[in-house]
């Protein structure tokens, strides 16, 4: 599907992550759009989630 054939490098996973944050996106989009009082929750919520995942990935070695 997405493989390098001359480096032998598989993209699945950035294109995974890229599809992931897409929806993970849409949802929060949604989420504000439908209830435009906790959009101040929502992003909270969001920042949070993005340092824990930056926190993960960085333990990780990515």
């Given amino acids: 599907m997405l493989h390098d054939r001359s480096?032998?490098?598989d993209h699945r996973p950035v294109s995974l992550s890229l599809v992931h944050r897409s929806v993970e996106?849409?949802?929060?989009?949604l989420t504000?759009?439908?209830?435009?009082?906790?959009s101040k929750d929502v992003e909270?919520?969001?920042?949070?989630h993005e340092n824990r995942h930056s926190a993960v990935n960085a333990v990780a070695g990515h």
């Fill in 7 to 9: 480096s032998g490098c």
């Fill in 44 to 48: 909270v919520l969001v920042l949070s």
């Fill in 25 to 29: 996106g849409l949802f929060d989009l």
């Fill in 32 to 38: 504000v759009l439908v209830h435009p009082g906790v």
